[in-house]
């Protein structure tokens, strides 16, 4: 089959920089001694010094940076974020090169496309004039030579050279012949004329200072750094440059006839701020947003885009304008790609996360690169399926290889095609990719106790292995930077230097890598077209990728929101990991160099196949993207210029909320229950400041139709008990100012919005009417009704009442606004706060209002008065009890234990309810008798998980108790039903315990429940009553094993509250009668399996069941054999080859079989379980998928995209 790429055309539709600047280290705070001298090589590594530590002339003060541990550098509390420049290169621009375009058919015959679509031209992509193919000037460089004749009779304590000038700027050196408080020679770079140049300047040079040695050459001294000169340090280099004793040494070759010379490279670079660096500008390309911890996401987003053939077919899958990109992978993508595209700052990813299902948790949680791409390729895949673009990710990443089995002396051969879309290799024990290949084709030798069981053969001498049947047009390696150490028991990171080529031919060596049914006419010569790097630990760290987007020599980094510009080195050379060596201080000495290991590396590679590339790397433009999506996305970037406009012009307008009766009738019982308003959702205006009250008036009256005489706007106030309530009209003199004016007249608090209440009368034909005139004698109330029987609190109106009137004098009114008979009596209660708790107080209808304490803006509630039986009738018979619940009202999302992502039903609740009152509504629900039965567990809202421990009974007072979590309120539970009452269930232990029959190949598992004041022994006699014995007085004991080692053996007065099997596995078995008359002189050891690790032969793997065995004395190794293969019932074929060894310390000194075994161990009674009688021979039991121990809830998840 051939594997050249055959890519289906689509339906036609509408349409360098240098490393980032680092601050020099300072002379003052060099720390001393050897903790000092691998500080000091770290920092150097940090700030990408070749040697030496630059700093002032002038001291810098200790405070600049300071160095905590090893290496680990942490500015101080007034050096930020912004004081970090970038080095820009200059460009120029180069001439463009025109392809002639090509029309790609497909190889085979031409498949029939759904609904009689028609072919689209891919074309091979043509080099637009954008930064990326521009050439690349060298940033002005000058070395400068400064003969200095007679320096022994300098007198002058500095001396500085002649000026030079490089970039535009003017330099001069300075040393101090008889050093700057140092017995060293001290030299600094200086700007010539930083006293004349204008109030903050900068600028910014990479540079070297040399003392040339006349006699050996080789022995100049250089040291280099780079700086950040300003006003405030225009000087920059080495106090310690060299000592002065061989400087002045005339054997030392430095001073010559008395003249020395010093030599001076200068380079000089853009300064860039940061953060107002443009991605785009200096580019082309845009990065991704990081959400938190989706780094690695956009890494591998960043890859998929930048193929170009990928992001058309992405583009071609249908959507439609009805389409959410929040519900739709396929428009999240296209919306997303089209972003990367056209915009000119970074990208959100946040809808297409959403699109996956994933909730913020998801965002949080680094994954795998590896699982995320194959997760994504499978889902579009499927996406695809049906659509002009069916089995494109199929053409573009899926290759085949053969797993074959041939027997050696008889004619048989097994093989089996499977496909891959990436291939995994290893890193440890491998050089390069080469090796990785070879390892991976690597053939095994399938015999003695692992020949091969060949069909009417029976077991046969056989060679396994895998060879390639074709190649994907874009090969995908997953570098396996990762595994897992069994000796340490935890995940660790590989480091190893590992070697990936520019080019990669998989020909080579006569095509050794391909099966015999593989298409030679394919040439398998790959480029490198994406380095993904990942820099960190096992437990954490940073993604970013080097793309090569049109597979130019310009390598590009997208590191999240920032794309810079870099060389084939760093893109190559400094990801292949391995160990690091830190440049000498003094190359001159016979120092040894300091190592570190490099924690960035390579994760993962992206190569493209030669012949296909001009395929792939095609024309990608607008009229690839559908007409709805261009318009969609077109109308969220006029949006967003319009927000950015606005806000750029926002210093020019105000916000004036303006609330009416209107908004108060829709709200109160609805929206809210407190409070008079939602002032989010009252009508707004946006006013330029510059406007008069008056014009914004008839700017009122146009929008609502009131005539700007019959308006009286009110100010609402915040007050102390936290709520905000209309507080006084504003006067002649507040209207007489402008908007902007009075918003900062009355606005004490700052905010950016000004609120007004629009005070109107009505009449009862809703025409306006003229305002009652407010005097310090009347009082602004409002006035809600509350219906018991319906549960239900509206707004019905306001009044103004006199001070020195009292509320039985407006009860005829409110019977009105309420629709009551005059005859019913009315309670009037007043809604005083309701944070933190509700406060509502009963009015006496015959005190005088100024009594009552009441003011303009206040909320009176009232109901008709309760009747004695009302606290029987209705749930919530007054004012105060109603506010009460809705206060502490909380619906609670309910989900089953064993499926915590789903929703099972939901409850309306009081926060202020207690344990008691909710377990019975869940039992309620649940039809469950007893709620004591129910067991309830938290939300954690930091990882979406339940809580590892459930609620104790009664461990809690309220509900509200349950839903918090920290500083944050949770709204759903998690239920079990128990088969017995919870405070019985937390009075006892549940152990589970493997039981080992004794006879029997035989495991059984059993959950024993005890009092928790119970030992080791009445586990052991429930035990009893629960398995089969070989005889009734059978004696049983229980241990603790962990990793195929038995780490314990429990006492049978042994409490089983401290015993855990959340992380042990607790085993019982029978004890054997030899180890019950043990004599004097007998030995009980440990027995282990054990195996070579294969990467490591000095390390050895445990695995199957550990287990004691008693030796004699003076008992040999072969009579011991004899006893362990009758207990193991061992065949003698599979035995024979099984080897025994004394492990301690992980380390296998083997036996011969008339070695005394006994004296290489202790005489205590168990022994150590390091030290052991190791069974070496191959696990054939089935393997199992390695689990890491984990608490009662894990909060690591598998990549997984719900859509």
């Given at each position: 089959m051939s594997s050249r790429l055959s890519l289906r055309s689509f339906p036609d539709s509408s349409r360098g920089t240098c490393p980032p600047h680092r601050p020099a280290m300072p002379r003052a705070s060099r720390p001393s001694g050897a903790a000092g001298t691998l500080a000091l090589g770290l920092w150097g590594r940090f700030t990408g010094r070749s040697s030496g530590v630059a700093c002032r002339a002038r001291r810098a003060p200790a405070r600049a940076y300071g160095i905590l541990g090893f290496g680990v550098l942490m500015p101080p509390p007034n050096v930020g974020v912004m004081d970090l420049r970038l080095c820009l290169v200059f460009f120029s621009q180069q001439q463009q090169?025109?392809?002639?375009?090509?029309?790609?058919?497909?190889?085979?015959?031409?498949?029939?496309?759904?609904?009689?679509?028609?072919?689209?031209?891919?074309?091979?992509?043509?080099?637009?004039?954008?930064?990326?193919?521009?050439?690349?000037?060298?940033?002005?460089?000058?070395?400068?030579?400064?003969?200095?004749?007679?320096?022994?009779?300098?007198?002058?304590?500095?001396?500085?050279?002649?000026?030079?000038?490089?970039?535009?700027?003017?330099?001069?050196?300075?040393?101090f012949p008889r050093g700057n408080n140092v017995e060293f020679l001290s030299m600094y770079l200086d700007v010539a004329d930083s006293g004349v140049l204008p109030y903050g300047w900068t600028r910014y040079a990479q540079f070297s200072l040399s003392v040339v040695n006349q006699i050996h050459n080789k022995f100049t001294i250089r040291k280099e750094t780079q700086h950040q000169f300003s006003a405030r340090e225009s000087d920059w280099g080495f106090t310690s440059f060299m000592p002065l004793g061989e400087l002045y040494n005339p054997s030392r070759g430095y001073l010559v006839n008395d003249t020395c010379i010093v030599e001076a490279e200068v380079a000089v670079c853009k300064v860039v701020d940061y953060w107002s660096y443009d991605s785009k500008k200096e580019t082309g390309y845009v990065g991704l947003k990081n959400q938190g911890a989706t780094c690695y996401m956009n890494s591998l987003l960043q890859t998929l885009y930048h193929i170009p053939y990928f992001r058309k077919a992405v583009y071609h899958m249908p959507t439609t304008e009805n389409d959410m990109p929040s519900g739709s992978i396929p428009l999240a993508l296209q919306s997303l790609f089209y972003?990367?595209?056209?915009?000119?700052?970074?990208?959100?990813?946040?809808?297409?996360?959403?699109?996956?299902?994933?909730?913020?948790?998801?965002?949080?949680?680094?994954?795998?690169?590896?699982?995320?791409?194959?997760?994504?390729?499978?889902?579009?895949?499927?996406?695809?399926?049906?659509?002009?673009?069916?089995?494109?990710?199929?053409?573009?990443?899926?290759?085949?290889?053969?797993?074959?089995?041939?027997?050696?002396?008889?004619?048989?051969?097994?093989?089996?095609?499977?496909?891959?879309?990436?291939?995994?290799?290893?890193?440890?024990?491998?050089?390069?990719?080469?090796?990785?290949?070879?390892?991976?084709?690597?053939?095994?030798?399938?015999?003695?106790?692992?020949?091969?069981?060949?069909?009417?053969?029976?077991?046969?001498?056989?060679?396994?292995?895998?060879?390639?049947?074709?190649?994907?047009?874009?090969?995908?390696?997953?570098?396996?930077?990762?595994?897992?150490?069994?000796?340490?028991?935890?995940?660790?990171?590989?480091?190893?230097?590992?070697?990936?080529?520019?080019?990669?031919?998989?020909?080579?060596?006569?095509?050794?890598?391909?099966?015999?049914?593989?298409?030679?006419?394919?040439?398998?010569?790959?480029?490198?077209?994406?380095?993904?790097?990942?820099?960190?630990?096992?437990?954490?760290?940073?993604?970013?990728?080097?793309?090569?987007?049109?597979?130019?020599?310009?390598?590009?980094?997208?590191?999240?929101?920032?794309?810079?510009?870099?060389?084939?080195?760093r893109a190559l050379e400094e990801q292949y990991g391995g160990e690091e060596e830190l440049p000498q201080t003094n190359p001159g000495l016979n120092n040894t160099p300091f190592k570190f290991t490099k924690y960035s590396n390579a994760y993962m590679l992206v190569y493209i196949r030669e012949s296909d590339k001009d395929k792939i790397i095609c024309n990608v433009d607008e009229k690839d993207i559908a007409e709805h999506l261009r318009i969609r996305l077109e109308k969220d970037r006029e949006e967003k210029e319009c927000r950015k406009k606005e806000k750029a012009e926002a210093h020019l307008y105000t916000i004036i909320k303006v609330a009416r009766d209107d908004d108060l009738k829709t709200h109160i019982g609805k929206d809210i229950y407190f409070d008079l308003v939602d002032h989010d959702k009252v009508p707004s205006f946006r006013i330029q400041k510059q406007m008069t009250f008056v014009q914004f008036k008839e700017e009122v009256a146009k929008e609502f139709g009131i005539p700007t005489q019959f308006q009286r706007f009110w100010l609402w106030a915040k007050r102390q008990n936290h709520t905000y309530r209309p507080n006084r009209p504003l006067s002649p003199q507040d209207e007489a100012h402008t908007v902007g004016q009075l918003k900062e007249l009355v606005n004490k608090a700052h905010n950016a919005e000004l609120k007004l209440f629009l005070e109107v009368e009505l009449g009862l034909d809703l025409k306006p009417l003229p305002l009652p005139d407010k005097t310090r004698e009347d009082i602004f109330l409002f006035f809600k009704l509350y219906e018991p029987e319906k549960e239900q609190l509206r707004y019905v109106g306001r009044l103004f009442v006199k001070a020195s009137g009292r509320p039985q004098d407006i009860l005829p009114k409110l019977r009105m606004l309420a629709g009551f008979s005059q005859d019913d009596d009315i309670e009037l209660y007043e809604e005083i706060k309701f944070e933190p708790n509700v406060m509502c107080e009963y009015i006496d209808n015959r005190l005088l209002f100024r009594s009552c304490q009441l003011e303009d803006g206040d909320i009176i509630c009232f109901q008709k008065s309760?009747?004695?039986?009302?606290?029987?009738?209705?749930?919530?018979?007054?004012?105060?009890?109603?506010?009460?619940?809705?206060?502490?009202?909380?619906?609670?999302?309910?989900?089953?234990?064993?499926?915590?992502?789903?929703?099972?039903?939901?409850?309306?609740?009081?926060?202020?309810?207690?344990?008691?009152?909710?377990?019975?509504?869940?039992?309620?629900?649940?039809?469950?008798?007893d709620p004591s039965k129910i067991r309830l567990t938290s939300h954690n809202c930091y990882s979406q998980q339940p809580k590892p421990q459930p609620i104790k009974y009664r461990g809690v007072e309220r509900l509200l108790d349950m839903l918090i979590h920290y500083n944050q309120t949770s709204d759903i539970l998690y239920y079990e039903v128990l088969d017995i009452p919870l405070p019985e269930l937390q009075a006892l232990k549940t152990l589970k315990v493997t039981y080992h029959h004794v006879a029997k190949d035989e495991v059984s598992v059993h959950s024993i429940r005890l009092p928790k004041n119970s030992t080791v022994g009445d586990v052991l006699n429930d035990i009893k009553t629960k398995v089969e014995l070989s005889h009734p007085n059978a004696e049983l004991r229980l241990l603790e094993v962990f990793y195929h080692k038995i780490y314990k053996v429990f006492a049978p007065n042994e409490k089983i509250e401290n015993i855990n099997d959340q992380y042990w596995t607790l085993r019982a078995e029978e004890v054997p009668e030899d180890e019950k008359n043990l004599g004097p002189f007998d030995r009980l050891i440990h027995v282990y399996h054990f195996t070579k690790d294969t990467q490591n032969q000095t390390q050895v793997q445990n695995f199957g069941e550990p287990f004691f065995m008693v030796i004699r004395e003076d008992e040999i190794l072969s009579s011991i054999k004899e006893r362990i293969q009758k207990k193991l019932k061992v065949p003698d074929e599979d035995f024979s080859k099984w080897k025994f060894a004394y492990i301690s310390l992980g380390r296998p000194d083997y036996f011969e079989d008339s070695d005394t075994v006994a004296v290489k161990f202790q005489r205590n009674m168990y022994g150590a379980w390091e030290q052991y009688l190791g069974l070496e021979h191959p696990d054939t039991a089935p393997r199992k998928a390695h689990t890491i121990n984990q608490n009662r809830h894990s909060f690591e998840r598998p990549v997984k995209i719900y859509n």
């Open positions: 090169q025109q392809e002639e375009e090509e029309v790609l058919v497909p190889h085979g015959p031409q498949q029939e496309l759904p609904n009689g679509a028609q072919p689209m031209e891919v074309v091979p992509a043509e080099p637009a004039a954008t930064v990326e193919n521009q050439q690349i000037e060298d940033p002005p460089i000058s070395r400068f030579t400064w003969t200095i004749e007679n320096l022994s009779r300098v007198s002058t304590k500095k001396l500085y050279s002649e000026i030079f000038v490089v970039g535009g700027y003017k330099w001069r050196i300075l040393i972003k990367l595209q056209y915009n000119d700052s970074s990208v959100s990813t946040k809808e297409l996360t959403k699109s996956f299902g994933w909730d913020m948790h998801d965002s949080f949680m680094q994954h795998d690169v590896q699982e995320l791409n194959r997760v994504l390729s499978e889902k579009l895949e499927d996406k695809m399926k049906g659509t002009v673009v069916e089995g494109t990710i199929q053409q573009l990443f899926e290759g085949h290889h053969m797993n074959y089995i041939e027997c050696i002396n008889v004619d048989f051969k097994s093989t089996r095609k499977e496909s891959f879309y990436d291939l995994q290799l290893d890193v440890k024990g491998c050089q390069d990719v080469y090796a990785s290949f070879d390892k991976y084709v690597e053939v095994e030798r399938l015999e003695g106790d692992n020949k091969y069981h060949a069909d009417k053969h029976g077991l046969q001498d056989a060679k396994k292995g895998v060879l390639f049947i074709d190649f994907p047009p874009v090969l995908q390696l997953q570098l396996k930077r990762f595994e897992y150490d069994f000796m340490r028991d935890t995940m660790v990171k590989i480091n190893d230097r590992y070697e990936f080529p520019l080019q990669l031919d998989l020909d080579r060596d006569d095509g050794k890598f391909l099966s015999p049914d593989a298409d030679r006419n394919v040439r398998n010569l790959y480029t490198l077209h994406s380095v993904l790097v990942h820099s960190g630990g096992v437990h954490g760290g940073h993604y970013y990728a080097f793309i090569r987007p049109t597979l130019s020599d310009q390598w590009f980094k997208f590191d999240d929101e920032r794309v810079t510009k870099e060389d084939a080195k309760s009747k004695p039986d009302s606290a029987d009738r209705y749930r919530f018979p007054d004012v105060p009890s109603f506010l009460t619940y809705i206060r502490n009202r909380q619906v609670v999302h309910f989900r089953s234990l064993e499926k915590p992502k789903e929703d099972d039903f939901c409850l309306e609740m009081s926060k202020i309810f207690t344990y008691d009152q909710v377990v019975e509504k869940v039992a309620e629900k649940l039809g469950v008798d």
